[in-house]
């Protein structure tokens, strides 16, 4: 139905900079959410950042000051801008697209194949 397409992932040394970049493409919804998720070795996944069409944003407290997403509305992309990095920021980042069904307004999520960033010296 929904297919992400994410990129950027890498390594870096701590202090740099990495952009990840999703595109979804299908059957896409009228009502969704986007954002980026990550799980490191041994941990729960978190959600890091999240966009509504309308550009209201959401990021958890660690990464508040250092990372920006963006979206495109267009393009149905979306982007998470990470400065600053960390080694602690090092996980497999997810790309997560959150539809809403209309008009029953139930919701389903779609997730990318992860891509991974490693913030090591």
């Known amino acids: 139905q929904v297919q992400l397409v994410e990129s950027g992932g890498g390594l870096v040394q701590p202090g740099g900079s990495l952009r990840l970049s999703c595109a979804a493409s299908g059957s896409l919804f009228s009502m969704y959410v986007m954002g980026w998720y990550r799980q490191a070795p041994g941990k729960q996944r978190e959600p890091v950042a999240t966009i509504t069409g309308d550009g209201g944003t959401y990021y958890r407290d660690s990464v508040k000051g250092r990372f920006i997403i963006s979206g495109d509305n267009a393009e149905n992309t979306v982007h998470l801008q990470m400065t600053s990095l960390k080694p602690e920021d090092t996980a497999v980042y997810y790309c997560?697209?959150?539809?809403?069904?209309?008009?029953?307004?139930?919701?389903?999520?779609?997730w990318g194949q992860g891509t991974q960033v490693t913030v090591s010296s």
């Open positions: 997560n697209y959150h539809a809403v069904k209309y008009p029953d307004y139930t919701s389903i999520d779609y």
